[in-house]
């Protein structure tokens, strides 16, 4: 389904627009190493294919994704590409396939966060494969973003995974204000706020969520929601 869709999608851009090659995973190397491994295709968004990486959680700057709001590519946390704060981006174009991400030309994103948390940005290639990738345990490392505690894996080969280092589910129904909010930091990488509402406009902006006239709870139940591991 993936190939005909993406094969299909090249081919509506126009009789000058080559069709985009098969390929349903990408492997990053060379950049910073706890986001380095297999992403997935994940649908499209904008018009350009996404992609995530499922090994790995928490989940924080995990998908590959075309910002229409910023104009680039991003390695973010956001799936729609409207956080302010991604790891690596990308203003380049993929000549082959536009709807693709580029393989050269991503920077390390100046932002609070990666001027904090990443000592060395590598030289970050991206490479298409048509092999799935494979979860396996790797040694894992506590980094603090944002001032919360942070469990991220250390590249061994090109799969990272900590699953069995996550503190609590995001999965589900959203738990008690005051748990979902802790979430909210360690996914998104947030400070701690003046107060629980704070925090939950700081994950709004963060994702890039419109939640004007709603109540706290109602603007933490979209966050959450959000933040739901995808199906894809």
């Known amino acids: 389904a993936f190939h005909s869709a993406l094969m299909g999608l090249g081919a509506s851009q126009g009789p000058n627009t080559a069709a985009a090659a098969p390929k ?6 060379g950049g910073w190493p706890p986001r380095m491994g297999n ?26 994704v075309w910002s229409s709001e910023f104009g680039m590519w991003q390695i973010a946390t956001d799936p729609n590409g409207k956080g302010p704060m991604p790891l690596y ?7 082959k396939s536009p709807q693709l991400p580029p393989s ?9 966060n990666t001027k904090k948390h990443v000592r060395d940005a590598g ?17 894992i490392e506590s980094n603090e973003i944002g001032g ?9 080969g090109t799969v990272i995974s900590s699953e069995h280092a996550v503190p609590r589910s995001r999965t589900g ?18 400070a701690h706020g003046s107060n629980l509402a704070a925090d939950v406009d700081a994950a709004c902006n963060e994702l890039g969520m419109d939640v004007q006239g ?7 139940k979209k966050c959450w929601e959000q933040l739901q591991p995808s199906t894809a």
């Open 39 to 64: 992403y997935d295709f994940n649908g499209y968004k904008n018009g350009k294919a996404r992609f995530r990486n499922k090994s790995c959680d928490p989940q924080t700057w995990h998908n590959i």
């Open 214 to 220: 709603l109540s706290v709870n109602e603007k933490a």
């Open 89 to 95: 981006v990308n203003r380049g174009t993929n000549q």
């Open 104 to 112: 050269k030309g991503w920077v390390l994103h100046d932002n609070a």
């Open 173 to 190: 129904a959203m738990p008690p204000l005051k748990e979902a909010v802790d979430i909210f930091r360690q996914e998104l990488g947030l």
């Open 24 to 29: 349903e995973h990408i492997v990053l190397s």
């Open 148 to 156: 919360n505690a942070v469990v991220t894996a250390v590249v061994v």
């Open 123 to 139: 030289h970050l290639v991206l490479e298409f494969s048509g092999k799935e990738s494979n979860k396996v345990d790797c040694p």
